[in-house]
């Protein structure tokens, strides 16, 4: 009776020991779990805002090429800003809004 009594305890012993080295490991794995889950949301973010970069450096590198190799990509630039060639007359339009009534 005594032994049984003894093996039960021990049991119980086994069990509650078990139980909390479980719970002990989920509390101290928990939070380093979480935050490795934050860091790779944060992760995610930084790709898609280097791949946007990329994106803007390379059509920037494209304006750039074309602006030294292609005239008439140049001359469409200083047009769209307003500029003209030496002794061009430059009319401007102004729209004043209304549309004839229509």
Same mark, same amino acid.
């Given at each position: 009776?005594?032994?049984? /009594? &003894?093996?039960?305890?021990?049991? +119980? !012993?086994?069990?509650?020991?078990?139980?909390?080295? *479980?719970?002990? =490991?989920?509390? +101290?794995? +928990?939070?380093? !779990?979480?935050?490795? $889950? =934050?860091?790779?949301? $944060? #992760?995610?973010?930084?790709? @898609?805002? %280097?791949?946007? /970069?990329?994106?803007? %450096? @390379?059509?920037?590198?494209?304006?750039?090429?074309? !602006?030294?190799?292609? $005239? #008439?990509? *140049?001359?469409? %630039? @200083?047009?769209? &800003? =307003?500029?003209?060639?030496? =002794? #061009? /007359?430059? !009319?401007? %339009? #102004?729209?004043?809004?209304?549309?004839?009534?229509?």
């Amino acid at each position: 009776m005594k032994d049984e /009594v &003894n093996a039960r305890v021990c049991r +119980w !012993f086994t069990v509650v020991i078990l139980l909390l080295i *479980v719970v002990g =490991g989920i509390y +101290w794995v +928990w939070p380093k !779990f979480m935050r490795g $889950q =934050g860091l790779r949301a $944060q #992760e995610a973010d930084l790709d @898609a805002k %280097i791949m946007d /970069v990329d994106s803007r %450096i @390379a059509e920037t590198t494209e304006l750039e090429r074309r !602006f030294e190799t292609d $005239q #008439e990509c *140049v001359e469409s %630039i @200083a047009r769209e &800003n =307003g500029l003209c060639k030496p =002794g #061009e /007359v430059k !009319f401007v %339009i #102004e729209d004043d809004g209304s549309d004839g009534g229509k």
